[in-house]
């Protein structure tokens, strides 16, 4: 089963990863899905799930994952803070699955090496969806929303004040781009993050 | 003529313009195409064309450009160094296109101002066409060579130290970023700029 189609192409695939609880509650969180290609042009599909997070609780009493493709920076934003309601989900091959995703794709997961701070899947598909194809071009706005995104889950709990400076830095200068270049979804997502993270909304909100 | 299914959303689309001088001499070059909104919900489209450019140059001799929507890294890293050899370009609307674009757009410009360094135009969609849709997940990767293109070609133009030691800095960053996240396609981008930066390349090379 090729997953190029479906929007998972080599290297790490930004996605939305949605799961259940063995009682059936819904979770949806960003993360990346690793994609390897041998020389023989097979690919295999990797996932690192960090140690305290609901997904890896989740996979580990289900085993199943699904991979929501989308480039909705809300979306990515929402699910890095908050818990999305039920009537953003929907139902695909009996796994929960977002309904404005690009595509679907249902996992099984194999455990093939546990970490300190991770465990590490091997992931193999069961069930592909394409939802919808379009063409889009690059917005600089949309990736400054997902860098941003990613340096403030680590902002917190980074306590090197040198580090936590830096990241401070990077995280206006990706502000200031979406403000630049972000259509009215970046900008809409930014600002979510700003409401978590004032300092960034001195550059951003004049 | 709506030209969001054709992939120019609000906020700044990066493309590749494609022009043609007055004797036919195609040319390439990544630029933005700046999508405004309006409270009536009309869409006007701008682009900024630096002086002493060749798109300039040959929108002044003919008043067309068209977008080559795409998301090929190497495409938009080769666009701001070298030539485009003439195996990459179409013919569209007896315009200048790329082959390989995902959906071409061809405008008329209008001037609407004159800066010092750059002419605004305000640009007026003629033809349309949308060559293949597709879905595709984020990568980290793409955007990643864009920044560090975008970085380089400021680079050589950028006469303060410290200005220059902060880019340096930045494209590293972003260097490790297609080195983690990107596709073969990002990581070819990649070693191109790097092959005019080689200070990238102590830290992608090993």
């Given amino acids: 089963m090729d997953l190029k189609e479906a929007g998972i192409g080599d290297g790490i695939s930004e996605i939305i990863v949605t799961t259940k609880s063995a009682s059936g509650m819904p979770n949806a969180a960003p993360i990346g899905i690793i994609t390897e290609i041998n020389e023989e042009g097979e690919r295999k599909h990797f996932v690192k799930l960090y140690k305290g997070s609901q997904t890896l609780a989740n996979v580990l009493e289900t085993t199943m994952l699904?991979?929501?493709?989308?480039d909705d920076a809300v979306i990515f934003v929402k699910?890095?803070?908050?818990?999305?309601?039920?009537v953003h989900f929907a139902d695909f091959a009996s796994m929960p699955?977002?309904?404005?995703a690009n595509a679907w794709i249902v996992?099984?997961?194999v455990l093939i090496e546990e970490r300190s701070d991770y465990l590490h899947f091997q992931v193999l598909p069961r069930a592909v969806k394409i939802n919808r194809k379009e063409v889009k071009a690059i917005n600089r706005g949309l990736n400054a929303v997902i860098e941003a995104a990613i340096l403030a889950t680590r902002?917190?709990?980074t306590t090197d004040a040198r580090e936590?400076?830096?990241m401070g830095k990077l995280m206006e200068r990706y502000a200031e781009i979406?403000?630049?270049?972000?259509?009215?979804?970046?900008k809409e997502a930014m600002g979510i993050l700003m409401d978590k993270f004032p300092f960034i909304s001195k550059i951003n909100k004049n």
């Fill in 66 to 70: 699904a991979a929501n493709v989308t």
């Fill in 79 to 86: 699910t890095v803070f908050e818990h999305l309601s039920e």
């Fill in 97 to 100: 699955v977002l309904t404005e």
């Fill in 107 to 109: 996992f099984k997961s």
């Fill in 155 to 157: 902002y917190d709990v």
């Fill in 164 to 166: 936590k400076k830096e």
């Fill in 178 to 186: 979406v403000k630049k270049c972000g259509g009215r979804r970046e």
